[in-house]
């Protein structure tokens, strides 16, 4: 077995295992010894780096791993079976023909797979695409003009798209590469850098010299040698011309490479090169593509240079695609020459977003809501949004994260040095919006740091910060934030948590962000409790946090949200706490009742009103009775069964404790809360007073003055005034 993505993850790694399968099967074909059954899979695996094989340890395990064993069983000898998710993630690299389904053990449905038959070309696999280009009209313009500059002036120039993988650069490539395609007047060569390290120096030219000289990969170097000698003859008139070319052209098809542009020879080399281009761009307008320069080598780079800075009067169009990272290494790329422009590429507006989705959903295929949430996960960047599109519309969307999305941003996270990963590691901790605060002590530092990331469009520093002295910063994606929090190993996003919480704990105003601070506290307990490890002086920290988010919601009349903070809170008291129980109790039959939720709420209270008695909480139980009544009273029939008891109950107690003068006798002669159940006003009266009474312990007098807005709207009781209305 092997496993591509570990210990570092690459945005390409369904496609390196696929051409790894491949080329398995032809060197195992070639031999004609072995038959070869191969099954590649694509998703999330527990991997152990260390893992002692020889002892019976395994490296990785999860379910990816048992349907690649299924798959491998049930394809054919000489076939290489892979899931939908690998097929989804290399489709534009390479080809593959349908295969049966598999019926696999421990599946309930059958498992669609696919056979790889061969990698495409890179032509082939920069397929047009069926959606409209949104949003990239003035950079296509520019593109065009570009284009018509050369061919006018009959000078080289450098375009350099720059942008986050997603953001549209290949796509705009492809739009400028059907433009001229009609055109038919401009010979179209292009390769593409790799990302594998050693082994791939001036790689990218290497695919446009065999694009151009016909060679493959299978041909055995009298036919390559062949190949380059009849290519270079028919642009090249002069034969010891021709003879010096090839001498340095061999290296770059496979023949001879030991001296490949290095050494004593580099300038030569380049000479040699840049004078084939010229004789290219003599016949016919050029154009050379190079896709993913950011991960070009040194020497390549500095070929690019010698061909913008020494080609002169012909006409070619270095077209370069790179992320950010470019920029890292090369400050001055594409600077300080006339000839030279670099288009930075941003993310679409919402609006924009809006019609790209418009034009990959209609009314029938478009669920219901789906639209608003795609909005936000794409951020305006084009092929996350085409990704999550393809995922609703083949019935995927369970609101997880496309592979290939997820593939493309842990290869960005992994290809940094590890202290600045594990830098937007604790700020993904803080969240979507993060400030230097909680990251460390050493504030140069992190700002240096953080600027870095910021060049390279990982996150944003904001113009101003919501928190006094300091720096406000933002993840530039929402879904870079989620998959750098998701690398973090479980067992230690506790304390990161916990860290978190602390750094909001000692702000100056720490009840603004009440929940913000509860969120690390929820978190922290999710993760610790995971190892069974919850202290109860935690868990009074986070319920006294959610108490104060709920207070805050219910200020900002967020009713509904603030019974959520309350119902949290009240999951987590611990038994043997009345005091905190019932307050919290109270607080949320208010917001339940405040959100409309008038059935919850009557059970709330009683259920305040029951713990009050338990306890003997005059207070608690005169608050739970006024609490029920004053949600009620008014939009209810008063033959309720609880109300009455409650309200004489509550003043019993309070009488017991504060031995109060005799409350005034109802009509019936049944104390305070005494007289027929239609009597509303009357008792709305006396309902106020036995709360305010046996609450506060205020004299009587307080209560009978809140008669006056009562009697007002809806009249005194039997038309009689009643005590308190005169004044």
């Not at 798209?161 to 997603?166: Q, Y």
């Not at 004789?279 to 050379?288: D, I, R, S, W």
């Not at 928190?467 to 190993?489: C, K, M, N, W």
């Not at 805050?552 to 129980?581: K, N, T, V, W």
Request: hydrophobic share 40%; proline share 6%.
């Amino acid at each position: 077995m092997a496993i591509f993505g570990a210990p570092v993850a690459h945005e390409d790694d369904p496609e390196r295992a696929v051409r790894a399968a491949l080329a398995i099967r032809e060197e195992l074909a070639a031999d004609g010894d072995l038959e070869v059954h191969i099954g590649v899979t694509t998703g999330e695996a527990l991997i152990t780096l260390d893992a002692r094989i020889e002892k019976g340890e395994h490296t990785a395990s999860g379910d990816s791993v048992n349907t690649a064993a299924r798959l491998e069983a049930a394809a054919p000898a000489g076939s290489i079976f892979v899931d939908e998710a690998t097929r989804r993630a290399t489709e534009r690299s390479i080809e593959f023909d349908d295969a049966p389904p598999v019926v696999a053990k421990g599946k309930s449905d059958p498992i669609r797979v696919w056979d790889a038959v061969r990698p495409r070309t890179p032509v082939a696999g920069r397929r047009a695409s069926d959606t409209p280009l949104v949003g990239r009209e003035r950079e296509l313009t520019l593109l065009r003009g570009t284009v018509d500059r050369v061919q006018r002036e009959r000078e080289p120039q450098l375009l350099t798209l720059v942008g986050v993988p997603g953001i549209g650069k290949t796509r705009l490539v492809s739009e400028l590469a059907r433009d001229l395609d009609r055109r038919g007047d401009w010979l179209w060569l292009e390769g593409r850098s790799l990302p594998y390290g050693e082994g791939a120096t001036f790689w990218a030219f290497c695919e446009i010299v065999r694009a151009f000289t016909g060679v493959l990969d299978s041909d055995r170097d009298e036919r390559a040698t062949r190949k380059v000698h009849d290519a270079v003859a028919a642009i090249v008139p002069e034969p010891s011309e021709v003879a010096w070319l090839e001498r340095h052209l061999r290296p770059l098809v496979g023949i001879d490479t030991d001296d490949l542009g290095s050494g004593d020879r580099r300038g030569e080399a380049f000479a040699a090169w840049r004078r084939l281009l010229e004789a290219l761009a003599e016949e016919q307008p050029l154009v050379l593509v190079f896709d993913d320069l950011h991960w070009a080598d040194d020497a390549l780079l500095d070929f690019v240079d010698h061909v913008v800075d020494w080609a002169s009067g012909v006409p070619i169009l270095v077209l370069a695609t790179a992320r950010p990272d470019l920029l890292d290494r090369r400050p001055g790329w594409g600077g300080g020459r006339a000839n030279a422009t670099a288009i930075r590429l941003s993310p679409l507006s919402l609006e924009e977003t809006a019609t790209l989705f418009g034009a990959l959903f209609d009314e029938s295929t478009a669920p219901r809501g789906v639209h608003d949430d795609l909005l936000e996960r794409a951020g305006g960047n084009p092929f996350y949004a085409e990704e999550f599109a393809r995922m609703v519309l083949d019935g995927l969307g369970d609101g997880g994260l496309p592979g290939s999305v997820q593939g493309l941003i842990a290869a960005r996270l992994d290809g940094l040095a590890l202290d600045e990963k594990e830098l937007l590691q604790n700020a993904a901790v803080v969240g979507r919006v993060f400030w230097t605060g909680p990251l460390g002590d050493d504030r140069p530092r992190l700002d240096e740091a953080l600027h870095a990331l910021a060049r390279r469009e990982f996150v944003r520093r904001e113009r101003r910060s919501s928190i006094a002295g300091e720096t406000e910063y933002s993840f530039r994606h929402t879904l870079i934030r989620d998959v750098a929090y998701e690398q973090i190993p479980k067992a230690r996003r506790a304390e990161k948590h916990l860290a978190a919480a602390g750094w909001i704990e000692s702000l100056s105003r720490r009840e603004d962000y009440a929940e913000m601070l509860s969120w690390h506290y929820l978190r922290a307990v999710e993760y610790a409790g995971a190892d069974g490890v919850v202290s109860e002086e935690l868990v009074e920290r986070i319920v006294r946090a959610l108490r104060d988010a709920g207070d805050r919601a219910l200020s900002l009349h967020a009713y509904p949200l603030a019974a959520g903070f309350y119902e949290r809170a009240i999951a987590l008291q611990p038994d043997g706490a009345p005091g905190p129980g019932r307050e919290l109790l109270l607080a949320l039959g208010d917001a339940l009742a405040r959100a409309g939720d008038q059935e919850r709420a009557r059970e709330t209270f009683l259920t305040a009103a029951e713990l009050a008695r338990r306890s003997g909480s005059a207070e608690h139980l005169a608050r739970a009775a006024l609490g029920y009544g004053g949600r009620f009273v008014w939009s209810r029939a008063w033959g309720d069964p609880h109300l009455v008891p409650l309200l004489e109950e509550a003043w019993r107690c309070r009488a017991i404790r504060t031995r109060p003068a005799r409350p005034p006798v109802g009509p019936a002669g049944r104390g305070p809360v005494a007289g027929h159940a239609s009597n509303r006003a009357a008792r709305g009266d006396e309902r106020r007073g036995v709360a305010n009474g046996a609450a506060t312990g205020r004299p009587r007098r307080a209560g009978v003055r809140a008669r006056g807005p009562a009697l007002r709207e809806h009249g005194p009781a039997n038309g009689r005034s009643a005590p308190g209305d005169r004044r």
